[in-house]
């Protein structure tokens, strides 16, 4: 009797099993008819993306290389349209990059203008005066200033200037100004080229004013809207992707220019 | 008839000789001083009383010969005896001298006629039976007896008939007169007490015969003496009448021959003055004051002079002041040139004293004249000259001082002589002027030490501070015309254990130095200032580089002559580099080098600006300057900006990073393959090492530029003066060797290793004011550079 009910059982554990793997098998196999469906999706997607970047990136390139501003892909499959706006005041006489420089980084703020080819131009910034602001609100550092200039006889020059904001840490001899907000240099040479900027002990969001007197165009930003688009089989849908990337052109030379001798190691004399 | 008178007249004559021989004799007959004195008169003498014969004396010669002497005056010859005065008129003494003694002759016998006599009647003697005896002092004034002087006469047991009564036999009757024996007194002699008794009336002489009663006349009777007053005629001039006289002085008196006071005719004798100046005294056997009889003159100095011993050494110059050669003190020593460069007598010196007397220089003592040097008081006789013998008397000597004497102090000189007349000698005294010399060895001890003075000589103090043991200080000889001194070199950079000779010029050759060329040898110095220190006055004062110890640097006067000769030296600096214009930054250790000696004082520091660029910021986490100087004063001028923290971006340049910029994307640059082909306004791209061994092409700043940057190492070789353009490199920047010409960079380096600075000038000494590496900072290739390469881009975002 026993032995019977075993074998009972037996044979209905079997069907529940046999039953869930068939449940099982059935799932997955519909899963997987989906996922090759979106999928299928997907890759058209994100293949337009890339083409759209891609269009993108080459207009960027294309138009630094060129001027042109329009980029069309060899396969036409993917085109891009680039804009350009000057990098500068806007008019407000304030130069101010928004962006962070870091300690013993060097800020650029060009005083004179660039010709189209990026020589230099001959539109110097007119006022007599300008008001460099730090941005620290507290953990104060130093800024050393400098200012290029070509004077009447053609020759290059440079002024320096040095300021230290807090009363701790301080470059020995620079100027002690405490915890102002910003610092004028007045008078600035005629002709001027260039002012660097570079903060020590703090990093810092530097800007200039030029005290009613605009600034000449820092360099451009270029704007790139890369387009690419795609038509699904069968649906004929089609679906465009557009891909904007924007990067800036400025003016910039390597720090170490604006020093006579800088050794990545040591400077040795014997 | 005839017969009869002739026996009558013998018969006489018998009884006169009788009566001449009864009085052959002087004597007392009855009381009467008489007799036969053959020749002269029966005298009563003065002192004794007795009855004597007076012869009376010649009649003296012309000259009074008594005394034996010769008067002077004419009229000084009284009875023959020099006297003073006229005889006629000398002085009569009075009969109160100033001064009687109370016994002039000490004999117990009054010697004035009327002493004051003071008598006591004696008490009887129970076995006494007489005239009451007398007693009595007789003095010879009333002063005298009043002070209580002795008596000059006692008189006692003189049987007295007056006044003292009777003494009767163990009975006390009353004395009844009763005739006593008499006896007669002369008047006015001492024996006769009573003075006050004025002499029998009508009488002289007294007599008593009746104890005191009577008064009676003893005239008549061949048996009653008659007593004779006694006459005297004073007589103070003829000595054989009063004696005393002649052997009284002239000045003092004595008793003449009726007591009277006579003025003594005995001269005084000063002939204790014969041998003493006019100007001297002694006493006279009178008492009397006698003045020295010598003129007599004391030698004195006049002047004494040094002089010295050569050959040309004489009086002719007239007595010369210039002859000494003294300091303000009047010290002179042995080894001034005056005394010493005489040959062939150095250390010899002629003393000359100029003496003076009144009575000429004959009466100058000549064996008396010595001179003595305080140094070792030696007495040393000086010698006459014969040929200065009028106005002032000249004496010399000359004294030769051995090398080894050596007195720590100028000594003066005493000198003393001796006058003939009187003996007048003149004991040591200090000569006039008081001059002083010094006698000593000559030599000078001498150390001293080298001192670096790079950071500034100013004497005496400024740049003898720090040893300078870096100079390679090895060898000193003090270098003269005779002897060459070695000295004995005690540490890096000190000497000593040398003597120098105080009258001798040295030349100190330092380190195998010539004379006639450099004197400094191979020293590592130059610029030597010579500092002389007197150790024993303290004086410091600085010299050319002879030493000339005698000339003011050294007092001979000191107890002790030594000197500290120090040197101070510019030591040769380190090559050194310079930036102008900018600059210098290190991430970790910067070494430079400006010196403390450059000129000028406005280029003596690691960055400078001009009129056109500005210096700049000088950073690096640890500095050090290699020539010493680390104050920190010469980062730059006139912005003396640091900060010892690395300012260095975090971006780090390297070669790829241009190639890829430049080269790659901006298509500008090209690959540099043999340094000689550079040429401006170019961008090189060295892959590999780059070994600069000329000048670069000549790059205008101002309008164009270049840039080599190198995937190694960059070497500028020594014969490169220099270069322009942008120097970048991956790993090392070096300057090496040595050159007479500066290396100039008129540009910037950029290292991603070490940049190396060691070029130095082939004369070191360059290296004191001038840098050997000069960065010129060019700002204008920056701005020349291809602007492909300026455009950066950067801000990528996407949207």
């Known amino acids: 009797m026993k032995n019977k009910i075993k074998n009972n059982l037996r044979k209905g554990q079997v069907a529940i099993i046999v039953m869930l793997v068939s449940a099982l098998l059935v799932t997955v196999g519909l899963s997987l008819s989906k996922k090759t469906t979106v999928e299928t999706k997907i890759d058209y997607n994100e293949e337009a993306l890339k083409k759209a970047f891609n269009a993108a990136e080459s207009g960027i390139d294309y138009y630094l290389a060129t001027g042109q501003k329009t980029y069309d892909s060899d396969d036409n ?20 990059f928004k962006e962070f420089t870091p300690a013993n980084g060097v800020q650029y703020f060009w005083l004179v203008n660039h010709n189209d080819d990026g020589s230099l131009g001959n539109n110097y910034f007119s006022g007599s005066m300008i008001t460099v602001t730090h941005g620290w609100t507290s953990n104060y550092g130093s800024l050393e200033i400098g200012v290029y200039y070509k004077n009447a006889l053609g020759v290059y020059g440079v002024k320096r200037y040095g300021y230290n904001f807090d009363t701790s840490s301080k470059v020995y001899n620079f100027s002690d100004l405490g915890n102002v907000t910003n610092v004028t240099i007045n008078p600035i040479p005629s002709n001027p080229i260039l002012m660097t900027v570079t903060p020590i002990f ?18 451009e930003k270029i704007n790139s809207v890369g387009s690419a688009g795609v038509v699904f089989d069968g649906t004929q849908e089609e679906s465009k992707i557009n891909k904007k990337l924007s990067i800036e052109r400025r003016y910039k030379f390597p720090y170490f220019l604006l020093s006579g001798i800088v050794s990545e190691t040591s400077v040795l004399s014997q | 008839m005839r017969k009869l008178i002739g026996f009558i007249l013998i018969l006489l004559s018998f009884f006169f000789v009788l009566d001449i021989k009864v009085r052959a004799d002087c004597g007392f007959f009855h009381g009467i001083c008489g007799g036969t004195c053959t020749g002269g008169t029966c005298q009563v003498e003065y002192v004794n009383l007795n009855c004597v014969c007076v012869v009376p004396p010649t009649a003296p010669p012309p000259t009074c010969y008594k005394n034996g002497r010769t008067c002077s005056r004419d009229d000084q010859c009284c009875s023959g005896y020099c006297a003073e005065g006229n005889c006629a008129t000398r002085p009569v003494a009075t009969n109160t001298p100033t001064s009687i003694p109370c016994d002039i002759d000490m004999n117990n016998v009054c010697n004035t006629p009327n002493p004051d006599c003071v008598s006591t009647c004696m008490d009887c003697d129970e076995d006494y039976v007489g005239a009451r005896k007398k007693f009595g002092n007789c003095y010879t004034t009333a002063t005298c007896r009043d002070n209580l002087e002795g008596p000059c006469y006692v008189y006692s047991n003189l049987p007295d008939w007056m006044n003292c009564g009777y003494c009767p036999p163990n009975s006390n009757p009353t004395p009844t007169p009763f005739c006593q024996q008499y006896i007669c007194y002369e008047m006015n002699t001492i024996e006769f007490p009573y003075a006050n008794f004025g002499g029998c009336a009508s009488g002289i002489g007294h007599c008593d015969n009746c ?6 006349t003893c005239s008549g ?16 001039i003829n000595p054989t009448v009063s004696s005393c006289i002649t052997t009284t002085c002239y000045n003092a008196t004595c008793l003449g021959n009726c007591y009277q006071y006579c003025y003594g005719m005995m001269p005084g004798d000063c002939s204790c003055a014969n041998n003493l100046c006019s100007t001297q005294t002694c006493t006279g056997t009178c008492n009397e004051t006698c003045t020295g009889q010598l003129t007599c003159a004391p030698t004195t100095l006049d002047r004494f002079e040094i002089r010295r011993n050569d050959g040309s050494w004489s009086f002719t110059d007239g007595r010369s002041p210039g002859r000494d050669i003294t300091d303000a003190q009047n010290r002179l020593h042995i080894c001034d040139s005056f005394l010493s460069d005489e040959s062939p007598n150095p250390r010899s010196v002629v003393y000359v004293a100029w003496l003076n007397n009144t009575n000429g220089c004959g009466d100058i003592d000549a064996n008396s004249v010595k001179m003595k040097w305080l140094g070792n008081n030696a007495e040393i006789a000086m010698t006459k000259l014969a040929s200065y013998q009028s106005g002032p008397c000249a004496y010399t000597a000359t004294v030769t001082y051995p090398t080894d004497t050596n007195i720590p102090s100028a000594q003066g000189f005493q000198i003393t002589m001796k006058s003939i007349s009187g003996g007048v000698t003149t004991d040591w005294t200090t000569v006039t002027p008081d001059l002083k010399l010094k006698v000593w060895n000559c030599q000078v001890p001498v150390s001293g030490t080298l001192y670096d003075g790079s950071s500034g000589q100013l004497c005496p103090d400024g740049g003898f501070t720090t040893p300078g043991n870096e100079l390679g200080f090895s060898s000193l000889v003090f270098d003269s015309s005779s002897d060459d001194i070695t000295a004995i070199v005690t540490s890096p950079s000190s000497y000593g254990g040398v003597n120098l000779i105080w009258t001798k010029s040295y030349l100190p050759l330092i380190n195998g130095g010539i004379p006639a060329g450099n004197i400094d040898g191979n020293l590592q110095g130059s610029n030597r200032v010579t500092r002389v220190t007197d150790l024993g006055t303290g004086q410091r004062l600085c010299t050319s580089s002879q030493i000339d110890l005698w000339n003011g640097q050294v007092s001979p006067y000191s107890a002790n002559p030594m000197a500290q000769i120090d040197f101070s030296f510019i030591r040769d600096q380190e090559a050194w580099y310079q930036v102008v214009g900018a600059g ?17 004082e406005t280029s003596k520091f690691l960055t400078l600006g001009d009129a056109t660029r500005d210096n700049g910021l000088v950073s690096a986490t640890n500095f050090l300057n290699i020539n010493g100087n680390n104050l920190k004063d010469d980062m730059g001028s006139p912005n003396n900006w640091y900060i010892q923290q690395n300012t260095n971006d975090y971006d780090i340049y390297n070669y790829n990073y241009f190639y890829n910029n430049f080269y790659v994307k901006a298509g500008v640059g090209e690959i540099l393959t043999d340094w000689s082909n550079a040429e401006p306004d170019n961008i090189y791209f060295v892959n590999g090492n780059l070994n600069i061994n000329s000048n670069s092409p000549v790059v205008d700043p101002n309008t164009q530029t270049m840039i080599i940057i190198v995937r190694e190492n960059i070497t500028i070789q020594s014969n490169v003066t220099q270069l322009d353009g942008i120097y970048i490199a991956d790993g090392s920047i070096t300057a090496i060797g040595d050159n007479s010409a500066p290396l100039t960079i008129n540009g910037m380096l950029y290292a991603g290793g070490s940049v190396g600075l060691y070029r130095s000038f082939s004369d070191k000494t360059v290296n004191n004011t001038t840098p050997a590496v000069k960065v010129n900072y060019s700002p204008g290739l920056i701005f020349n550079l291809p602007p492909e390469i300026m455009r950066i881009l950067s801000g990528w975002k996407e949207e």
């Not at chain 1, 530097?206 to 000449?216: A, K």
């Open chain 1, 202 to 219: 703090q990093g810092a969001n530097i800007s200039i004013s030029g005290n009613g007197f605009t600034f000449p165009v820092q360099g």
């Open chain 1, 77 to 96: 499959l993917s085109e891009a349209n680039v804009t350009t706006e000057n990098i500068g005041d806007n008019g407000s006489g304030i130069l101010d």
């Open chain 2, 211 to 216: 104890g005191g009663v009577d008064c009676g």
């Open chain 2, 221 to 236: 009777g061949a048996t009653t003496p008659v007593p004779t007053q006694a006459s005297c005629t004073p007589d103070c």
């Open chain 2, 584 to 600: 210098v930054k290190s991430r970790t250790l910067l070494q430079y080098g400006v010196p403390v000696t450059v000129l000028p």
